[in-house]
């Protein structure tokens, strides 16, 4: 199984600062047929399900705010909150889907400092 | 816009089973696939399984390959996921997700609508 790995587990960042999370996978997560990372980012509030952020790796789905941006390719990819928000409070994880079963990351939780 | 809703709230002995089902409002599975992720306390997200309904094709997590069976039902939209052998570590929010695959009924991507959540209590 590939192994996914983020970092850091808390981040406490004060409003309107830049949150960076990094996601690190055990093996490269770009298939070299189509040159696409298989990862997304999700976001986790509690009582509420994940909501998916980010896919192939920098992609952001219809209605997330543009302050959340996904980069990185092979192995190493980064979620930014460029300016954090009260409603940014969440767990974040990052899952790979290049090959079952579709790991996630074990999470980072993004608090007010 | 699909909407997935969940059966609600459980609680088992263990060594018991348990059944969850998502039925799909307003749509259908289509070529999609639905994996089945769980939040127990104090962890994080885990993936469990995953049924492509289109095909029939499941992928099983190899730790509960064992315990847990996923099936689908298209003529209701529906879809199932059997836990069995339960222990206190199996208590959790169960979720499923639509899962965007590549139209093939073969590859499957990520999560972009999830289920409610259903919680499992496992006690004695």
């Known amino acids: 199984d590939i192994v996914m790995t983020q970092s850091p587990e808390y981040l406490g960042v004060s409003l309107g600062e830049r949150a960076t999370i990094n996601c690190k996978s055990s093996q490269s997560i770009l298939y070299s047929s189509d040159f696409r990372n298989y990862l997304a980012w999700y976001q986790h509030k509690p009582g509420q399900p ?11 789905e219809s209605g997330v705010p543009d302050r959340f941006s996904g980069s990185g390719s092979g192995a190493d990819f980064t979620l930014t909150i460029s300016s954090l928000q009260a409603e940014d409070v969440a767990v974040y994880y990052c899952q790979q889907y290049y090959s079952s079963p579709h790991t996630f990351g074990g999470g980072t939780k993004v608090d007010i400092k | 816009q699909v909407q997935l809703v969940q059966s609600g709230a459980e609680v088992r ?8 089902s998502c039925k799909a409002s307003g ?9 089945w992720v769980r939040l127990a306390p104090g962890r994080g997200l885990e993936w469990l399984a995953r049924i492509g309904p289109l095909l029939e094709i499941t992928n099983y997590a190899q730790r ?5 069976t996923v ?5 209701t939209n529906t879809a199932y996921m059997t836990l069995r052998g339960l222990t206190s570590e199996d208590t959790a929010i169960y979720y499923c997700a639509r899962t965007q695959g590549d139209g093939s009924g073969y590859y499957f991507h990520y999560l ?6 259903t919680p499992v209590t496992v006690s004695s």
């Open chain 2, 13 to 20: 002995r263990p060594g018991s089973a348990v059944e969850v």
């Open chain 2, 27 to 35: 749509g259908t599975f289509d070529t999609n696939a639905i994996t």
């Open chain 2, 71 to 75: 099936t689908a039902d298209t003529s």
């Open chain 2, 112 to 117: 972009d609508v999830w289920g409610n959540g």
């Open chain 1, 50 to 60: 994940p909501k998916l952020l980010i896919y192939w790796a920098s992609t952001r």
């Open chain 2, 64 to 68: 509960f390959q064992d315990r847990v």
